[in-house]
């Protein structure tokens, strides 16, 4: 669900976690409009990752994937014995309450949940193409090379969109202004801004998403009380980004290019703190 901070964890065991294996048996098989995936990471709730730590489960992979009560994994294509195990492990009186992921929970997750679902109608059959020509060249920025970020690994599992906005690999998903001992202590801009500016990013809100003469560009939103989200200028000039632990792409969640990170559909990250440019070799995040 996360892009910044890292995902939640919640632990089920005894008669909950017995519970919840028999609502997530897999009751038929999907048909094919049905068994598919989004075909780009998007911002926000994207579905739940289920890992069963001790011993294996009858039916089930020991690693699994539950979207609108659809399940995927190694051999598994199917609807779950209960299509709402969603709504019964986030729901107002659900497990989820015992995690502390932001004031508004586990309201804001429902919501997230019911915009997800309409969402994944929408997906388009691919991303939209990577046109290089007819956008002004940002001769400094990082190139755009998704297959070193999309490992399926240690690269792509461990490194946040701070990681991917700043060019920078630290395998520990960064959070802004920890290595400087000045980490943003709530999720808003006028917090993780100078968290930051800490790890020393300068602050540009004048940028008016053109390119500097030294560095590249990278943008700053924030879901409020939720999560943090960064976008990086590349150099053709267009923007992509990393949600989370996700893979890197080059659309917003409505499958277009990203022209300006202002105007891109952004998911529940309502909103835009400011441009802040990167000077390669002169910061330090973990």
């Not at 075909?39 to 294996?56: A, C, S």
Request: hydrophobic letters at 35%; charged letters at 20%; one cysteine or more.
């Amino acid at each position: 669900m996360f892009s910044g901070r890292p995902n939640p964890i919640l632990y089920l065991e005894g008669s909950d976690a017995q519970e919840a294996a028999a609502r997530l048996l897999p009751e038929r098989q999907l048909k094919r409009d049905e068994a598919k995936l989004p075909t780009f990471p998007t911002l926000g709730y994207r579905g739940l990752t289920i890992d069963f730590v001790e011993g294996k489960q009858r039916g089930l992979p020991k690693s699994l994937q539950l979207v609108n009560g659809n399940l995927f994994g190694v051999g598994l294509s199917h609807r779950a014995t209960d299509p709402y195990f969603e709504d019964f492990i986030c729901g107002s009186t659900g497990p989820i309450r015992r995690l502390p992921i932001g004031q508004r929970s586990p309201g804001f997750v429902e919501k997230e949940i019911n915009r997800f679902r309409k969402v994944r109608l929408k997906f388009p059959a691919r991303p939209f193409p990577w046109h290089k020509r007819h956008f002004k060249a940002c001769r400094c920025a990082p190139l755009y090379e998704p297959d070193w970020w999309n490992d399926g690994g240690q690269k792509q599992l461990n490194n946040n969109c701070y990681n991917y906005s700043t060019n920078y690999r630290s395998d520990t998903f960064a959070q802004p202004g920890q290595a400087a001992g000045a980490m943003y202590a709530n999720l808003t801009c006028a917090s993780v801004r100078p968290a930051a500016e800490a790890d020393c990013l300068i602050n540009s809100p004048s940028a008016n998403n053109k390119c500097p003469k030294e560095g590249h560009l990278v943008a700053l939103v924030v879901w409020p009380n939720g999560d943090f989200h960064w976008y990086r200028k590349g150099r053709n000039g267009l923007w992509t980004h990393k949600p989370g632990s996700t893979p890197v792409t080059n659309v917003d969640n409505s499958g277009h290019l990203i022209h300006d990170p202002r105007t891109a559909d952004r998911g529940p990250y309502t909103d835009f703190c400011t441009f802040m440019v990167v000077m390669h070799g002169h910061i330090k995040i973990i």
